[in-house]
């Protein structure tokens, strides 16, 4: 395995750890561990559960996905592309469901790493990424809507098409309410651009809940909707859970594993050109799933590598895996010492910081980028967006990824399958005569480009239907096939037999060693009908 599976952290600790580099990450550890406060907290609340599991996954799974990590630099905790499928769990199967159901996807994580699916994932389509993660931010910002202007719907209808109607019919906007959502907004944006080391969401927190307070304004808060936030880490506890519940559950943890490891795997992508560095994405599939387990096993919802956390490690200096424990250590020491506080938190704050998550998330010149791609591109964004908004994640992602796979198949099959190098009448192309030599006038040459699977053998039996009946011989070239499927054989077979009964001889040169060996295998040719290069063919 060498050092495929060994956690960054032992090897930067063994390349040696100056007390520097410590001072830097003990730095961006604090920034980090601030910048993730609300964010937790807020994601926990989106997400239908209690804020304190918020808190307590960014610590557990934080510092277990930088202490056992194959990226230097990966942040780990609560994300708010997962607001969508807990929500959905925890509404169907309540908390003790979303809890086996992180366990299992942590089990499932752990199964792809060790499997090496870490270079798979990269092979999910961009435009399907795109597609779910606008479908998941328009959702973000759809749910935000009631706390944002104190619209006081005792229940906000679950699909995105009836909570809109729900909210004009309301009739009412609560004016402090409203005022502290989009002043939150306002100071989130716009504070960056004076205040560069602090970040915006926790000075928009901190002047929203000291209003709040001096003013007596009465608005709702973390404390008066849930109650005091505990300042004490949980006992880890094991759920129970019968077999038919276990299946129902399988479903959404194989869409928290999947959607999971992408974004970590993204995360760590995204780290890598910053800092120059090359992550272990096996590794870091296998950290992920045991941060998950550990996660559910404390009472937390699901984790992984978050995308503009690292990057704020990474310009704060962080470089090593013990920026993301101290960012862990920092968010404990805040729940052990300032939890009481953090229940003074207004809900419109927490709702107006959601809004600008939701906008970041959108990364809505990305979306349109897409329109000015092919229409197969443009199918499988619209298809994955609308899917995520009206119906469900695990859904899109499943059509999507179907869709992508067929519409590759088809521009694939629909790209030339075979060349015509030259037949009678045809010496004219200096180039195909110096290269291949003088074909016969009984003689047709065809070159096949690309893989002979099944969405492209229709179009090479169709096109050697053009064989005449002057020709004696057709040889094809087959440099460029890399691969022939079971298709493809049947294809070739067929081919083969009609050339046969009408004494036409079928010569195949070139053939790459896995092909010819599978084309041997089936008895189609005989292996003298297998020549090393046109040239030899020809002289056939």
């Known amino acids: 395995m060498g050092q495929e599976f060994v956690p960054k952290l032992f090897t930067t600790l063994r390349a040696g750890y100056t007390r520097h580099q410590f001072g830097r990450d003990l730095t961006a550890g604090i920034i980090v ?5 609300p964010l937790a907290i807020a994601f926990a609340i989106a997400s239908g559960v209690p804020p304190e599991k918020g808190l307590i996954t960014a610590v557990v799974a934080g510092f277990f996905i ?23 769990i925890v509404q169907e199967h309540g908390i003790a469901g979303l809890t086996v159901a992180t366990f299992l996807a942590g089990l499932l994580l752990i199964l792809m790493g060790l499997l090496r699916f870490g270079a798979l994932l990269r092979y999910f389509p961009h435009t399907l990424i795109v597609g779910f993660t606008t479908g998941i931010a328009v959702i973000i910002f759809s749910a935000q809507i009631n706390d ?42 716009l504070s960056t651009r004076i205040i560069k080391v602090v970040p915006g969401s926790l000075i928009a927190i901190v002047l929203a809940t000291v209003a709040t307070q ?48 992408i974004e970590s795997l993204l995360s760590a992508v995204v780290a890598d050109g910053s800092i120059g560095g090359r992550h272990r994405s096996n590794m870091e599939l296998v950290a992920q799933g045991g941060a998950n387990m550990l996660s559910a096993l404390f009472g937390g919802i699901p984790a992984t590598g978050a995308i503009a956390r690292t990057a704020t490690n990474v310009k704060n200096g962080g470089r090593t895996p013990v920026a993301g424990m101290v960012h862990a250590l920092v968010l404990l020491l805040i729940m052990v010492a300032a939890g009481q506080w953090a229940a003074m938190i207004p809900m419109a704050c927490l709702a107006g910081i959601l809004v600008v998550v939701a906008w ?3 990364e809505l010149h990305g979306f349109m ?51 015509r190098l030259g037949s009678s009448g045809e010496q004219g192309d200096a180039l195909t005569e110096s290269e291949l030599g003088r074909i016969p006038p009984s003689v ?28 004696r011989t057709v040889v094809l070239r ?39 060996e599978a084309i041997l295998k089936t008895g189609l040719l005989e292996a003298g009908a297998i020549r090393a290069t046109v040239r030899e063919a020809l002289e056939a």
């Not at 995105?160 to 402090?176: C, D, M, N, Q």
């Open 33 to 37: 561990g601030i910048v993730a406060l």
């Open 66 to 88: 930088s202490a056992f990590g194959g990226s230097r630099v990966q942040i780990g905790g609560p994300t708010g592309a997962f607001i969508v499928i807990v929500y959905g």
């Open 148 to 189: 944002l202007l104190g619209l006081g719907l005792a229940q906000v209808p679950v699909d995105v098409l009836e909570k809109w109607p729900a909210y004009f019919s309301s009739g009412r906007i609560h004016p402090t309410t409203a005022a502290i959502g989009v002043g939150t907004i306002l100071v989130t944006v």
């Open 214 to 261: 001096l003013l007596h304004l009465p608005v709702d808060t973390i404390g008066s909707r849930f109650g005091s936030i505990p300042n004490t880490l949980p006992m880890p506890q094991f759920h129970a859970v019968d077999l038919a519940t276990l299946k129902e559950l399988l479903r959404p943890a194989l869409a928290i594993a999947l959607l999971g490891g």
């Open 360 to 362: 970041n998330m959108a």
């Open 369 to 419: 980028a897409v329109f000015r791609t092919s229409r197969h591109d443009m199918a499988v964004l619209l298809a994955t967006f609308l899917l995520t908004v009206l119906f469900d994640l695990i859904i899109a992602i499943e059509v999507g990824m179907v869709l992508a796979a067929f519409l590759f198949m088809k521009r694939m099959s629909d790209a030339p399958v075979l060349e």
């Open 444 to 471: 047709m040459v065809y070159e096949i480009n690309g893989p002979l699977f099944f969405g492209a053998a229709q179009t090479f039996v169709d096109t050697l239907r053009t064989v005449g009946d002057k020709h």
């Open 478 to 516: 087959m440099r460029h096939v890399p691969f022939i499927d079971a298709t493809g054989l049947h294809r070739l077979g067929d081919i083969a037999g009609t050339l046969r009964q009408r004494k036409v001889r079928l010569l195949l040169t070139e053939v790459q060693p896995e092909v010819k």
